[in-house]
């Protein structure tokens, strides 16, 4: 009944999300240590992301956390 995280979906073959090792059904938990369990809290996130360099990601993938890290040239 508690959100965790934003589930992805609609991931298209060759997109970026895809390269970046994105699949459908993945949930996203957290990004750069920010809990993106609120929709409100997320949202202001991504806008703060336009900044950042690097980029941590822990999402959920066949019931095991999984973390992911991306540098932003």
Do not use: C, H, P, W
Not at 6 to 12: G, Y
Request: charged residues 35%.
């Amino acid at each position: 009944g508690k959100s965790i995280g934003l589930r992805m979906f609609a991931i298209r073959s060759g997109s970026i999300y895809e390269k970046i090792g994105l699949k459908n059904g993945d949930i996203l938990k957290s990004v750069n240590g920010q809990s993106l369990a609120d929709l409100t809290q997320a949202v202001k996130l991504f806008e703060k992301l336009k900044e950042e360099r690097s980029v941590n990601v822990v999402l959920e993938r066949d019931r095991q956390d999984r973390d992911f890290k991306y540098q932003i040239r």
